[in-house]
C-alpha cells in the first residue's frame, strides 16, 4: 500500500493553534491534491498543486494553506481561521489527468 | 461551474440482487467520470472510469449524456461489495486533472 503517506493517523489540537498534516509520496508523480472528508459531504477539494512551486485554491481554500517546495511533498497547515478544522483530511497525487491515489487520510481533532 | 449528484445517502440490498447506484452531473463541456470505493479500513481507490469501458468487480457504469448520468450497475451483488462509493468528474482546461465528488453512497449487501 506504499506510494502515498500520510502522517499522523490522529492528531489533537487545542482551537487556535495551527496544525500542519504531512503529505509524501514515490511515485513521481506532478499533480497532488488535499480533501476533506465529511459525512454527507462527500470529499471537498482544499488545494491542489499540478507542478512544484505552484499551487491553486480548491472549493474550501479558506483557512488552509499549502506549500509545494518538493515534488514528493504537499504538507497542508489548518489555521487558526478554520472555523471547523475538525474532519478527515485526505491526500492524492497523480499524473496529470489520470487516477488519483489516495493516502490513508489524518483524522483531525480541534477542542 | 461542475457538479456531481448522488440522491442516495444509503442504499440496501440483499446477496444476488441487481444493484445500481445513481449519479448525476452538470458540466458544461465533454467530462471525464469515474467512480471511486473505499471499503471499510481500507484507503479509497478508482473503481472505473468511463473512458476505459471496462467492467470492474462486475460493476460497469454507462455514461448517457443526454441525462447527465453516470450509473453504476452490479447484477448480482456479493456481500464483499459493502462499501462508500463516490462518483467524480473531471473536466478540461485549466481544471483539467481536478476531480469533483458526489456526497457518496454507503451500500450494504445483507447476506
Known amino acids: 500500500d506504499g506510494g502515498i503517506t500520510q502522517s499522523p493517523k490522529y492528531l489533537f489540537r487545542k482551537e487556535g493553534q495551527n496544525v500542519t498534516l504531512s503529505c509524501e509520496q514515490n511515485?513521481?508523480?506532478?499533480?497532488m491534491y488535499w480533501y476533506r472528508q465529511d459525512p454527507g459531504q462527500g470529499l471537498r477539494l482544499i488545494y491542489y498543486?499540478?507542478?512544484?512551486?505552484?499551487?491553486q485554491k480548491g472549493d474550501i481554500a479558506e483557512g488552509y494553506s499549502v506549500s509545494r517546495e518538493k515534488k514528493e511533498s504537499f504538507p497542508l497547515t489548518v489555521t487558526s481561521a478554520q472555523k471547523n478544522p475538525t474532519a478527515f483530511y485526505l491526500c492524492?497525487?497523480?499524473?496529470?489527468?489520470?487516477?488519483?491515489?489516495f493516502g490513508p487520510g489524518t483524522r483531525l481533532t480541534v477542542t | 461551474a461542475q457538479r456531481v449528484t448522488q440522491p442516495e445517502k444509503l442504499l440496501s440490498v440483499f446477496k444476488g440482487a441487481p444493484v445500481e447506484l445513481k449519479c448525476n452531473y452538470s458540466?458544461?463541456?465533454?467530462?471525464?467520470l469515474f467512480w471511486y470505493v473505499q471499503y471499510s479500513r481500507q484507503r479509497l481507490q478508482l473503481l472505473l472510469r468511463?473512458?476505459s469501458r471496462e467492467s470492474i468487480k462486475g460493476f460497469t457504469a454507462d455514461l448517457n449524456k443526454g441525462e447527465t448520468s453516470f450509473h453504476l450497475k452490479k447484477p448480482f451483488a456479493q456481500e464483499e461489495d459493502s462499501a462508500m462509493y463516490y462518483c467524480?468528474?473531471?473536466?478540461?482546461?485549466?481544471?483539467?486533472?481536478?476531480?469533483?465528488f458526489g456526497q457518496g453512497t454507503i451500500l450494504t449487501v445483507h447476506p
Open positions: 467524480a468528474l473531471s473536466g478540461g482546461g485549466t481544471s483539467y486533472g481536478k476531480l469533483t
Open positions: 468511463h473512458i
Open positions: 458540466y458544461s463541456g465533454s467530462p471525464e
Open positions: 498543486s499540478q507542478i512544484v512551486n505552484d499551487f
Open positions: 492524492a497525487s497523480s499524473v496529470q489527468g489520470y487516477e488519483q491515489y
Open positions: 511515485l513521481n508523480h506532478d499533480a
